[in-house]
C-alpha cells in the first residue's frame, strides 16, 4: 500500500522560502504525477504542481515564479520550495500521487505551515 | 484564471438522491475528463470519480457522475450520513496548462 507522508517546518516567516518534503514507502517514485497542492484554512484546494516520472515539471501559472519541485529517488522522496512566502501563503500543504495530473489517487495527511514573524 | 464552478452548499435527508454541479469550459470539462473528491472532516481528500464514471476499489456505486459538454455533476443516491462533506471537482484545463479545482461543496445530511 502506498503512503505519502509530508514533514517540514510548520511555521516559516515572511519572506523566507517554505520547504518541505514528501516521503513516499510501499512503492517507487515512477511512472506517476507527484503533486503538491495546498489548502488555506477554511477555503478550497488550490493545485502548486507536479513533478512527472523523467523529471518534467509543470507549476500553476499564478505560483510559477516562487514555486520549485524536485525529486530525490535515491530516498524515494520529491520535495517543494515555495519562496518569498507571505500570511496568503498560510495552507495545509499536502503531497499527493496520481496516474493522471488531475486524479491523484493516493495522499498524505497533509501539514499546516503557518506563515508569520 | 479558469475556474471550475460549484454550489457552495447541498443537503440531503437521508435515502435520497442529490446531485452536485461542477461548471467548466471548452479548454478544461469540455476536453478533458472530470475528478471528484471527497474530503471529510479533518482529513485529506480522496478520489471518489476518475474517467467516466469509473471508482477506486471501496467508493461504493452510490456516488455516480455525469458530464454533458462544459458541465458535470456527482450524483449520490441512498445518501447516508457518513457523506456529509465537502465535494470537490478537478480537471485539466488546457488553456492553464494545469489543474484547476472547484470551489467545493459542502454538503450536508440532514
Known amino acids: 500500500q502506498v503512503q505519502l507522508q509530508e514533514s517540514g517546518p510548520g511555521l516559516v516567516k515572511p519572506s523566507e522560502t517554505l520547504s518541505l518534503t514528501c516521503t513516499v514507502s510501499?512503492?517507487?517514485?515512477?511512472?506517476?504525477?507527484w503533486s503538491w497542492i495546498r489548502q488555506p484554512p477554511g477555503k478550497g484546494l488550490e493545485w502548486i504542481g507536479y513533478?512527472?516520472?523523467?523529471?518534467?515539471?509543470n507549476y500553476n501559472p499564478s505560483l510559477k515564479s516562487r514555486v520549485t519541485i524536485s525529486v530525490d529517488t535515491s530516498k524515494n522522496h520529491f520535495s517543494l520550495r515555495l519562496s518569498s512566502v507571505t500570511a496568503a501563503d498560510t495552507a495545509v500543504y499536502y503531497c499527493?500521487?496520481?496516474?493522471?495530473?488531475?486524479?491523484?489517487?493516493?495522499w498524505g495527511q497533509g501539514t499546516l505551515v503557518t506563515v508569520s514573524s | 484564471q479558469s475556474v471550475l464552478t460549484q454550489p457552495p452548499s447541498a443537503s440531503g435527508t437521508p435515502g435520497q438522491r442529490v446531485t452536485i454541479s461542477c461548471s467548466g469550459s471548452?479548454?478544461?470539462?469540455?476536453?478533458?475528463?472530470v475528478y471528484w473528491y471527497q474530503q471529510l472532516p479533518g482529513t485529506a481528500p480522496k478520489l471518489l470519480i476518475y474517467?467516466?464514471?469509473q471508482r477506486p476499489s471501496g467508493v461504493p456505486d452510490r456516488f455516480s457522475d455525469s458530464k454533458s459538454v462544459t458541465s458535470a455533476s456527482l450524483a449520490i443516491s441512498g445518501l447516508r450520513s457518513e457523506d456529509e462533506a465537502d465535494y470537490y471537482c478537478?480537471?485539466?484545463?488546457?488553456?492553464?496548462?494545469?489543474?484547476?479545482f472547484g470551489g467545493g461543496t459542502k454538503l450536508t445530511v440532514l
Open positions: 474517467r467516466n464514471n
Open positions: 478537478a480537471a485539466w484545463d488546457d488553456s492553464l496548462s494545469g489543474v484547476i
Open positions: 513533478l512527472y516520472y523523467g523529471g518534467s515539471t
Open positions: 510501499g512503492g517507487s517514485i515512477s511512472r506517476y504525477y
Open positions: 499527493a500521487r496520481g496516474a493522471e495530473a488531475a486524479g491523484l489517487d493516493y
Open positions: 471548452s479548454s478544461s470539462i469540455g476536453s478533458n475528463y
